[in-house]
């Protein structure tokens, strides 16, 4: 046999080698995501169906837009009324995490000061969600996923 010669027994480890790197990589990717799944999002996803109209028309009735920004050590969400003024809710939940994992999930603490919910919050660069609900003072639950970009600055 020569030095350097290509044998079948060099095929077979090349091959054996770069499958076992794949289903390595994959399993390991497979892992990941099933760790980081936050969970059910509704216990009884039939019954939520046949609610979801009743709830969704209830809400769209408010007439809310809700927006938030960030910066300068604070994180404001801002609830506005349809002729654009701003709401003190009754009670009001959110969650603030990134988009792909629950790892970085925190419950901020907001406090209305008039116009806005702020908390203070130095947020990384990067995409973020707050997925809020908040009662309206009629009862009314709003529930709605908004969409945070934060820039580096």
């Not at 290509?6 to 499958?19: K, N």
């Not at 995501?33 to 109209?53: C, H, I, W």
């Not at 603490?109 to 990384?124: H, I, K, T």
């Amino acid at each position: 046999m020569a030095q350097g010669e290509l044998t079948g027994r060099h095929v077979l480890f090349i091959f054996v080698g770069a499958f076992g790197v794949i289903i390595g990589v994959n399993l390991i990717l497979a892992w990941n995501a099933v760790a980081t799944f936050p969970g059910l999002e509704v216990k009884n996803s039939y019954v939520a169906s046949q609610e979801f109209d009743v709830r969704r028309d209830a809400q769209v009735a408010l007439g809310w837009t809700v927006t938030a920004r960030s910066g300068g050590g604070l994180l404001v969400l801002s609830i506005l009324d349809q002729d654009g003024a701003p709401v003190e809710v009754e009670e009001l939940h959110a969650v603030l995490g990134r988009a792909t994992h629950v790892k970085d999930d925190v419950e901020p603490s907001f406090e209305f000061d008039g116009r806005a919910y702020v908390v203070p919050a130095e947020l990384a660069p990067g995409n973020w969600n707050i997925r809020m609900t908040a009662r309206a003072k009629d009862g009314t639950e709003f529930t709605q996923r908004v969409v945070l970009h934060v820039t580096q600055g």
